[in-house]
Nanobody, 126 residues
Framework: QVQLVESGGGSVQSGDSLRLSCAASGRAFSALLLTMAWFRQAPGKERTFVAAITWGGDTTNYADSVKGRFTISRSIAKNTVYLQLNSLKPEDTAVYYC?????????????????WGQGTQVTVSS
């Protein structure tokens, strides 16, 4: 199993920045064959892909809506994935979820990810 715990959410103003963290642990995690990703779910909407990073290869992928504003990264030493959110907009308001899957980046589809965190709330006011 893989356990994922998110942190770093909060309430900010439009244009502000936040950094989300996702701490990973568990026996399956030690395989180092995981892709880590962030998804988000806005009120009344479906959960959507935000960004992903391969644990070993450091290859990344982003949703078009966040390219140039969000950056995903990881610390192998800390078993942690980060999502830097810059130039935040009210439409970025959502619960942000960390997820993991075995294998490469994939298509970003939610059903490709078998491990999920509980989520952290990000609220952006104008």
């Amino acid at each position: 199993q893989v356990q994922l715990v998110e942190s770093g959410g909060g309430s900010v103003q439009s244009g502000d920045s936040l950094r989300l963290s996702c701490a990973a642990s568990g026996r399956a995690f030690s395989a180092l064959l995981l892709t880590m990703a962030w998804f988000r779910q806005a009120p009344g909407k479906e959960r959507t892909f935000v960004a992903a990073i391969t644990w070993g290869g450091d290859t990344t992928n982003y949703a078009d809506s966040v390219k140039g504003r969000f950056t995903i990264s990881r610390s192998i030493a800390k078993n942690t994935v980060y999502l830097q959110l810059n130039s935040l907009k009210p439409e970025d308001t959502a619960v942000y979820y960390c997820a993991a899957r075995r294998g490469g980046l994939g298509s970003g589809a939610e059903d490709q990810y078998g491990f999920w965190g509980q989520g952290t709330q990000v609220t952006v006011s104008s």
